[in-house]
């Protein structure tokens, strides 16, 4: 099995050529970073989107992994890949320009990289991983991606806070 870095340098090259177009860097000594969280649009936040985990019906399903554990897999993608085209948009990176923001946090998860070991998880996010970078090239918005729900650092995290999560998706997987 690749390492996850491997992973998320090949998944990155699949975007490689949006981000030919980027212009880098930030003159972050004499500019003021006004910014923006894209949260819930490539990793699902039940608290963000609840409507994509109540509309499934099914009380199990609580996060990213049960809803593509506990549902037919060509149901979730159609799902999800209705979410991903229409939460976040071009417009949207428009009037995040308009409104005099110049950077945004982009939560993308491991798994839209590698999915591996019998993960449920539902991959189609990288293609909306490009247009953001080249809507943000288009309106002079930075992106920050931000590789959110990364296994190690949660797992790292709950040992350190000695959390006992027995019985969850994690655990299960044997993350912790």
Wanted: hydrophobic share 45%; aromatic share 12%.
């Amino acid at each position: 099995m690749p390492s996850l870095c491997a992973v998320v340098v090949v998944g990155l090259s699949v975007v490689s050529a949006s981000f030919a177009a980027v212009v880098p860097g930030f003159n972050y000594g004499s500019q003021k970073v006004r910014g923006v969280n894209l949260g819930g649009w490539l990793v699902l936040e039940p608290w963000i989107t609840p409507s994509l985990f109540d509309n499934t019906g099914d009380s199990r399903i609580v996060d990213e992994y049960t809803f593509g554990q506990y549902q037919n897999h060509a149901t979730a993608l159609g799902v999800l890949q209705n979410h991903w085209n229409t939460w976040i948009t071009e417009a949207d990176f428009q009037a995040i320009a308009a409104a005099g923001l110049n950077h945004v946090r982009l939560p993308i998860g491991y798994w839209a990289f590698d999915v591996s070991g019998g993960e449920p998880f539902i991959q189609g996010q990288l293609p909306y991983l490009a247009k953001a970078v080249n809507w943000g090239s288009k309106y002079g918005i930075k992106v920050i991606i931000d590789l959110h729900g990364t296994f190690v650092v949660e797992s790292t995290l709950i040992s350190l806070l000695n959390l006992d999560l027995q019985g969850s998706p994690g655990a299960k997987m044997g993350l912790f």
